[in-house]
């Protein structure tokens, strides 16, 4: 951890970890709201590897099949402070939506998110669950800011952000990705 980092990690506001919380969505379906935690890894893996191509492409940009394993260490050994991050376990234990943010290195006030559901899972209030919890926990952190990049073809993504009150806009990499962000109120 660098200096900067640790200093930052002293004096930021106390925030609590997400505590586990059972959802009922849709169609009378169940899953537990948790942070990740290294042990998911296989989880993990076995999570993106069960989207479908469209959804991984929805979700990474790329069709990538499986995640590298220095991108799986990166999402299973989470600080839940600058890197915050939550899986969606159904009843079966497997994992079925992911949702994150990253703190911006270069302007810690705002926080990239993510967020993706397996395809059996969509259109069932998740997603928007989901983004609601990251950024209830990334206004208690005292971000400013929540922002993510879209491709413009994920239409129903862009018009859940937008039913969320996020405001969207184009993206310096050209028109096939917007930028949605959240402001969340001023950073602590």
């Known amino acids: 951890m660098s ?59 790329t069709g990538l099949h499986r995640l590298p394993p220095d991108l799986l260490q990166r999402f299973t050994n989470v600080d839940q402070r600058e890197h915050v991050a939550l899986v969606a376990e159904a009843e079966d234990g497997h994992i079925v939506a992911d949702a994150r943010y990253v703190v911006n290195e270069a302007n810690p006030s705002e926080a990239e998110f993510a967020i993706a559901v ?42 859940l952000m937008r039913g969320l009150g996020a405001t969207l806009r184009p993206h310096g990499q050209g028109p096939h990705i917007a930028r949605v962000a959240f402001e969340l109120g001023q950073a602590a």
Request: no cysteine; charged share 20%.
């Open 118 to 159: 397996a395809d059996d899972w969509q259109s069932l209030g998740l997603g928007r669950t989901l983004m609601a919890r990251l950024a209830a926990h990334a206004g208690r952190a005292g971000l400013a800011a929540l922002y993510g990049d879209v491709l413009t073809v994920n239409r129903r993504m862009l018009v």
């Open 3 to 61: 200096t900067t980092s640790t200093i930052k990690t002293l004096l930021a506001p106390a925030v609590e970890t997400i505590a586990p919380e059972t959802l009922a969505l849709a169609g009378g379906r169940r899953v537990l709201l948790r942070p990740v935690t290294p042990a998911d890894a296989m989880a993990e893996q076995a999570f993106v590897g069960a989207l479908s191509l469209e959804s991984r492409h929805k979700r990474f940009h």
